[in-house]
């Protein structure tokens, strides 16, 4: 669906500080950040923390480094909702002065008993403006009041939805919302409204739970006379199997995907592709997701969060990502280590990440370079052949890759060897291992005094 986009953007995220953030809610935030960068606009965030029950500092602190880990900048100090709400109350006393909402002085048996009414009636339970046409002068004594909107009771009100394209709903399904309770504080409805217009949201790109909570905010921007926002409702991110993505299909919040050993890069090229696309592109770059974002390539479809999928791009990323970096990324997780072990380590990087879809892996697979060496057996066989290897690299002073190759290949066609019957009892001797780096790049990773050494401790062992 085509959109205006000739006055300058803002869009935000605005999450609930009540634990970490959700996979599905750092798409979110890419999905606005992307749109706004893409048209020179303006990204902003607003922390909805008006439940304090359950709105804790060391969420908010998760939300924040979440975002500064996956690389999506807000532009602005971020809007802490709760210190706002006097004004929220004021704005909607305002409606009441101007007859576009009102008091209402319901008592809780009252409404259960509309709400028993209604289901009996085979309809869905809704406030029936008891309040909405009465004298204040009526209420009853000892009842605290709530404000609620007057909202339209025919026609229908009509949302053009940037992903999902034209959505109508009645008008007399939708009841005279609450906007101040009873104690005196704003709802979530009208909270969000008064933000995204004093912040100057032009644009909401948001999951499709939400979509009925849109024609609701569609009725308050109406009643202040205020711009509505573009609205685009995506569908929720599903687990493989096609369920909604649950505790049960693993790892949900940003910060458990960096502790699987998970590139930010790659975190984010994955929730670019749950629900947008670029023709057949899978691996996109930051500075080109910038470029191509657009809302016309949101889709309307629900999309699986595939695992597989996820390592494959970490892989890609790992492999283009700088030695030092990856070097920076694992010592953390090594504990203490000597200054020549941190040498092996990043002279044998690339050759570890090339092997390593994940830092874990890298971790794992480093270890060679760690690990206290143990002599490994050789059998008869293998010892010539070893004996033949120490002796043409004892003499070789060019240790470099492409050298040590050269020198070793042509030792196999001296001894009419295929390569391999050289590189497997070598790597054996090297590592212990059977899975390793290539055997040239692990030799210029130990050097050649530590290589020889390794060889010799395994023929005299």
Known sequence: MSTDFSSKIVTRF??????????????????????????????????????????????????????????????????????????????????????????????????????????????????????????????????????????????????????????????????????????????????????????????????????????????????????????????LIHGPDGAKLSKRHGALGVEAYRDMGYLPEAVCNCLLRLGWSHGDDEIISREQAIEWFTTESLGKSASRLDFSKLANLNGHYMREADNNRLLDLLLPMLGEISDEVKSRLARGMNGLKQRSKTILELKDLATIYIDDFKSADVDENAEEILKSVYEKLFVTDDWTEQSLETELRDLAKQMNLGFGKIAQPLRSVLTGRKITPSIFDMLVSFGKKESLNRINSALVG
């Open 14 to 235: 605005a999450p609930s500080p009540t634990g970490f953030l959700h996979i599905g809610g750092a798409r979110t935030a890419l999905f606005n950040w992307l749109l706004a960068r893409h048209y020179g606009g303006k990204f902003v965030l607003r922390i909805e923390d008006t439940d304090r029950e359950r709105s804790t500092q060391e969420a908010v602190d998760a939300i924040f480094n979440g975002l500064k880990w996956l690389g999506i900048t807000w532009d602005e100090e971020p809007v802490f909702q709760f210190s706002r709400v006097n004004h929220h109350v004021e704005l909607a006393k305002q409606l009441v002065e101007q007859g576009k909402a009102y008091y209402c002085y319901c008592t809780p048996e009252e409404l259960e008993a509309m709400r028993k009414e209604a289901l009996d009636k085979g309809l869905s339970p809704k406030y029936n403006g008891m309040w909405r046409d009465r004298d204040p002068k009526d209420a009853p004594a000892g009842v605290k009041p709530v404000i609620r909107l007057k909202t339209p009771q025919t026609g229908e009100t009509v949302l053009e939805d940037i992903v999902q394209g034209t959505v109508k709903v009645a008008n007399d399904q939708l009841d005279d919302m609450i906007l101040v309770r009873s104690d005196g504080t704003p709802t979530f409805m009208l909270s969000v409204c008064v933000d995204d217009h004093d912040m100057g949201v032009t644009h909401v790109i948001r999951g499709d739970d939400h979509l009925t909570n849109t024609f609701r905010h569609i009725q308050i921007f109406k009643a202040f006379g205020w711009e509505i926002p573009k609205y685009g409702h995506i569908p």
